[in-house]
């Protein structure tokens, strides 16, 4: 089962690896080898140390070539919403990463969809790791200009570079004239480890409420609930 599974998950990269235990290696979580401590290959957390680095310059230097026009602030931005864990994510459903992963038996279990986003987020990047290692810098380039770079047309055609803050007072400006502003309407439990709850408001129109952490987390919770509910 195991073999087949990264036969499988080698023809979905369209990389056939020279030495398959540095792929196997890119899908053990940690969690697995605290479980079974003889497994004779490490956990992936430094092939994603890798990776991260190498998918970071792959991005700059296809961005800085393509857009020689556009400043610097706008090709950060960009950048971001390529090798962001929400868009690695998107990465590793369209590649099939999670039948291959190596996840110990309450992690496998765990239906924390949040987690398993970061979890599978960085084994691409220990994967694009693994890919660098094994095949040199020209296979491991057309691997990310083909899985995520080629993503940066729908992220520009929906402004998707920007946060969602940014992007609803963009929409809420075009579409009504208005510029949204938000307020405190809760604040509970202890000062380390308080709770807000923020409005989100059109004029004195209360369009949803957001919950965080911080004043600014419920902020951004509460933009990304009002762009689902005014379908922007």
Known sequence: MEANNLTKLQKNLKVEFKDKSLLKQALVHRSYINEHPDFKIGHNERLEFLGDAVLEIVVTEYLFLTFPEVPEGDLTNW???????????????????????????????????????????????????????????????NFILKNIVSKLDEILKNKLYLDPKSKFQEKSQEERGITPHYKILEEYGPDHAKVF????????????????????????DAASKGLKKLNW
């Open 79 to 141: 950048r971001a919403s390529l090798v962001n864990a929400k868009m690695l994510y998107e990465v590793a459903s369209d590649l099939e990463v999670e039948k291959s992963l190596y996840l110990s038996k309450g992690e496998a279990k765990d239906k924390n969809k949040k987690s398993r986003h970061f979890i599978l987020a960085d084994a691409v990047e220990a994967i694009i790791g693994a890919i660098y290692l094994d095949q040199g810098m020209k296979v491991t380039k």
């Open 197 to 220: 709850t923020v409005g989100l408001y059109l004029e004195d129109e209360l369009i949803v409420k957001g919950k965080g952490l911080s004043k600014q987390e419920a902020q951004v």
